[in-house]
């Protein structure tokens, strides 16, 4: 393998492991060593590599998620009693299944109360034209503080809606008026 060649070889190498004005030098240094001037040669081969292998900008896809059901595997929400629970248990077996999806970490927290609520009250198949209003007692769910992206909120409302609106036969709501939402 004469001289050039062996230039060639290593620039080739050199350029592919090596990026921008690094790349340029390393060429520069190994062409000083061996005698030659490879400014030139340098500059053709990093033009030619951000033509031809420069990344594309991806474009921002929006991908569908699949809710995950926080309730689900929860051995306290699944369990069967002899009698109905009240409000206030119902609310505490809720807040169980979510100390276990949601641990405290300082970020955010998950909290289910006893509070009252308005909710839509129609029957089944006449949502579109129903608009009655009621006032009821329920289940609500507090996100507060820095949430990371809007997957917990996701989850929390396709649990309850997977459920008909109810929680442990209480209506259930989410709220989230004091969440930070960071994307």
């Known amino acids: 393998m004469n001289k050039n060649t062996t230039i060639k070889v290593l620039t080739g190498i050199l350029l592919a492991l ?57 051995e306290s929400f699944e369990a069967k009693p002899f009698m109905a629970w009240n409000l206030p248990q119902a609310a505490l077996i809720v807040q169980t299944c979510l100390n276990n999806a949601y641990p405290a970490d300082g970020a955010f927290t998950v909290r289910a109360a006893v509070a009252r609520f308005s909710v839509r009250a129609c029957p089944d198949g006449s ?36 459920r008909g609106g109810k929680l442990l036969n209480y209506y259930a709501t989410v709220d989230a008026a004091s969440a930070q939402i960071v994307r």
């Open 18 to 74: 090596a990026t921008g004005a690094s790349a340029q030098t390393a060429l520069q240094q190994l062409g000083a060593e061996a005698g030659n001037d490879t400014v030139a040669l340098a500059r053709q081969f990093q033009d030619m590599r951000a033509k031809n292998y420069a990344p594309a900008p991806a474009p921002v896809i929006g991908l569908r998620r699949e809710s995950k059901d926080v309730f689900s595997g929860c």
């Open 127 to 162: 949502a579109a034209a129903c608009r009655a209003i009621v006032e009821v007692e329920g289940i609500k769910i507090s996100v507060d503080g820095t949430v990371p992206g809007d997957a917990v909120l996701q989850d929390l409302n396709a649990a309850i809606a997977q």
